[in-house]
């Protein structure tokens, strides 16, 4: 995970959020766009947020691919989530479309607060992010049920916005560091312009502390009237985050599971890793109409773990199961043996964003061969300890650190990349490792 997605919101000051709307289209066949990159859609119909528009097409699709959009944090870019986060390369996995918006205001936010963006149809950051869908229903044969919405931090608020508003159009969303849809609800910019609504420290700071059928009743004004299905879930946040406080965690289940007419109290509470506890609401399996992890001692700048993710959403399979069938035991998947790697033939990113007694890093592994499963080890010079890890699975023994593939990026091809990151805690300096091996090989530090 690259260091710019870790860092989601610095300041109050630069965050400010968005709202939707619908440009109706009729389905048709297209050639596919450019394929395995991400592409920029200068135009794609009504758009009066003028948000600019990526796109990222495998170049292997099913006959009805689904789609998701993600929506990057205050200050990121499309790029940036593109290059960040891995919904890119399970895309190419598992053959779905990507759409990434890309936000126009100051700060680089969404509009989640202005009284258009709350309201369904109407004339915000939304009612582009729609017609981004519709254009790609328009030009892809889609599976226009299966369409889901993910973000961070700015997008994760964003994300709850929309299911909020637009519940005909999204199945399900994963929000990670956001707070309840129409928390941050404030006056809005004025008319034609792109500034920012202020700053809502009441929801920010956890003292908008409502019942659940408040906040139930606060989404569905969204969209007056609505009787239809609505989407699911997936709420992340850390315990320890001090810009949209850990109160807005609690409150969004309430809401949701307000929405969706199940109980508040848990049907399940489990540790899927090391300081995360996972409540479900609504049935105990895979697919719950709510989902939270709650991570212990996490800050804003939380992992973002896409696998999950899609898991949720039911993206990591040919179609989406019932939304409160238990999904079946997943086997734990076994490890390829690692390709052997020919000396000079690997390169490693390592870069850090750090704070006083932690960091985070990402790093990007390319290899010149192509490889069916890898592990990297390195050591950390100054007793740094790795405190949790995502897109591999990481083991530490004294300063010696070994990150073996996920089930799902073992493969590299010849001149490929893979990036996984992971947090850290260090006292005195933290002091990067000098040398990396690759399968047992030196590479060479980019």
């Known amino acids: 995970m690259k260091p710019s997605l870790r860092r989601a919101v610095a300041a109050a000051s630069t965050l400010a959020l968005g709202v939707l709307g619908l440009a109706a289209a009729a389905l048709t066949t297209a050639p596919a766009a450019q394929a395995a990159s991400l592409v920029s859609v200068p135009s794609f119909g009504s758009n009066p947020g003028q948000l600019g528009m990526s796109l990222f097409v495998p170049d292997s699709l099913p006959a009805r691919p689904a789609v998701l959009v993600a929506v990057h944090y205050c200050t990121g870019t499309a790029q940036a989530m593109y290059d960040g986060a891995q919904f890119d390369e399970l895309a190419t996995r598992y053959g779905y479309i990507v759409i990434y918006p890309q936000a126009n205001r100051s700060g680089s936010c969404f509009d989640v607060s202005s009284s258009e963006a709350l309201t369904h149809g109407g004339a915000s950051d939304p009612t582009s992010i729609v017609s981004m869908v519709r254009y790609v229903q328009q030009r892809y044969t889609t599976d226009t049920s299966r369409v889901f919405v993910t973000g961070v931090s700015s997008g994760a608020m964003m994300t709850e916005v929309l299911l909020a ?118 049935a105990t399996g895979d697919r719950a109409p709510v989902e939270a992890i709650s991570l212990q001692g996490v800050g804003h700048n ?13 993206l990591d399979t040919t179609s989406t199961p019932s939304p409160t069938a238990p999904a079946p035991t997943t086997p734990v998947p076994t490890t390829p043996a690692p390709t052997p790697t020919p000396s000079g033939s690997c390169t490693v990113t390592y870069s850090v964003n750090q704070w006083n007694t932690g960091f985070t890093a990402n790093i990007t592994v390319r290899s010149a061969v192509a ?66 091996a690759l399968n047992g090989t030196t590479c060479t530090r980019a």
């Open 165 to 282: 508003t637009y519940p005909d159009v999204f199945a399900a969303g994963s929000a990670f560091s956001g707070v309840p849809a129409t928390c941050f609800a404030t006056t809005s910019p004025p008319p034609g312009t792109t500034s920012q609504a202020p700053w809502n420290s009441d929801c920010s700071g956890g003292r908008r502390v409502l019942t659940g059928a408040q906040w139930g009743d606060l989404a569905r004004a969204a969209y007056p009237g609505y009787t239809g299905a609505r989407p699911r879930v997936q709420l992340w946040h850390g315990s320890e985050d001090t810009t949209l406080s850990y109160v807005n965690f609690g409150e969004a289940i309430k809401q949701w599971t307000n929405v969706l007419g199940v109980s508040a109290t848990p049907a399940s509470t489990d540790s899927p890793a090391t300081g995360q506890t996972r409540t479900r609401y609504g």
């Open 371 to 436: 490889l069916n499963g890898w592990t990297l080890t390195w050591t950390y010079p100054s007793g740094q300890t790795v405190t949790q890890a995502w897109s591999s699975v990481t083991t530490q023994a004294g300063s010696v650190v070994t990150a073996k593939n996920a089930a799902w990026n073992g493969s590299i091809p010849a001149g490929g990349s893979t990036q996984f990151g992971l947090n850290g805690a260090y006292t005195g300096t933290n002091t990067a490792p000098t040398s990396f």
């Open 302 to 314: 939380l992992p973002v773990d896409a696998a999950a993710a899609i898991h949720f959403f039911g």
